[in-house]
């Protein structure tokens, strides 16, 4: 049987690491690569990094003569990849196939689309020919309606669309996508857990693979989330305020009987490389 993955999510704006909160408010926290010191560390079993600039303006605003700046996503993943020991996913502002080729030419794994699937599926399709469906993650952003149902927004959370998480995930499955990110815009970061009735729905909709994001504010959550049979449980905000987070998470959850990866901390790299 499968080991159920547990997988930070990092958020980039503008080239500097941020927490995020309903996709509204970012507070930043700092360079987006020296945390993947500690998530290698930690020994996660793979990260996302999403970059939810909406311009394509990267600057870290430092000019320290021993520190390098970073201008461009591309730059910032060479500088993670450098210090990554574990896929590495990364999504954001992918529009066409040679995007996709650039990001896994600079050290990505697996790149995570969105709105430009949404606007073209074929996109999908022929990205999953290119690159082969392991590589292609399609991640859907939810949000609930007055009505109680869900329905899938795109643009970083501003655009409604008539499709149901479900229906997206089922055609986005049927196209090619080798895993499905679900996010859920009402509980991002806001500590509360998942919103277990939107992940389950999903789940039991598709075959494909399906990362649950989108609340965590306790290891708790986490096992709440593994129960509704994701293949992954990730989250972005509390990995970046608990010391040793990864393995208080992984921990917690393996003495609690979850299949999941023994908890370990390592020494491969340290904070100046």
């Known amino acids: 049987m499968l080991k159920v993955r547990l997988i930070p999510t990092v958020l980039i704006k503008n080239g500097l690491l941020v927490q995020s909160k309903a996709f509204k408010r ?59 020991f574990m896929p590495l996913t990364i999504g954001g502002k992918i529009r066409n196939l040679d995007h996709i080729y650039q990001r896994l030419k600079s050290g990505a794994d697996k790149v995570s689309i969105n709105t430009q699937a949404f606007k073209d599926p074929k996109f999908i399709e022929k990205a999953a020919k290119e690159f082969g469906s392991q590589c292609i993650v399609v991640s ?91 293949s992954a449980v990730s989250a972005a905000n509390i990995f970046n305020y608990t010391e040793n987070s990864v393995f208080q998470a992984k921990n917690f959850l393996f003495d609690s009987g979850f299949n999941v990866r023994k908890p370990a901390i390592q020494t491969i790299i340290s904070e100046g490389v």
Request: net charge negative; aromatic share 8%.
């Open 140 to 230: 859907i952003d939810a949000k609930v309606q007055e009505s109680g149902n869900w329905l899938v927004y795109i643009d970083g959370g501003r655009t409604p669309t008539k499709y149901t998480p479900q229906q997206w995930a089922i055609k986005a499955q049927k196209l090619g996508a080798g895993e499905i990110l679900l996010n859920s815009i009402d509980q991002d970061g806001m500590g509360k857990g998942y919103d277990i009735n939107l992940i389950s729905s999903v789940v039991e909709a598709v075959n494909t693979p399906v990362i649950a994001l989108g609340g965590v504010g306790k290891w708790e959550h986490l096992a709440e989330g593994i129960k509704t049979n994701v």
């Open 26 to 84: 970012h507070q930043v926290l700092g360079n987006p690569s020296s945390v993947l010191w500690r998530l290698t560390n930690w020994y996660s079993d793979e990260v996302i990094y999403l970059d939810i600039s909406r311009d394509d303006v990267y600057d870290l605003k430092r000019d320290d003569l021993n520190f390098k700046n970073i201008n461009s996503i591309h730059e910032i993943i060479k500088e993670v990849s450098r210090k990554c």
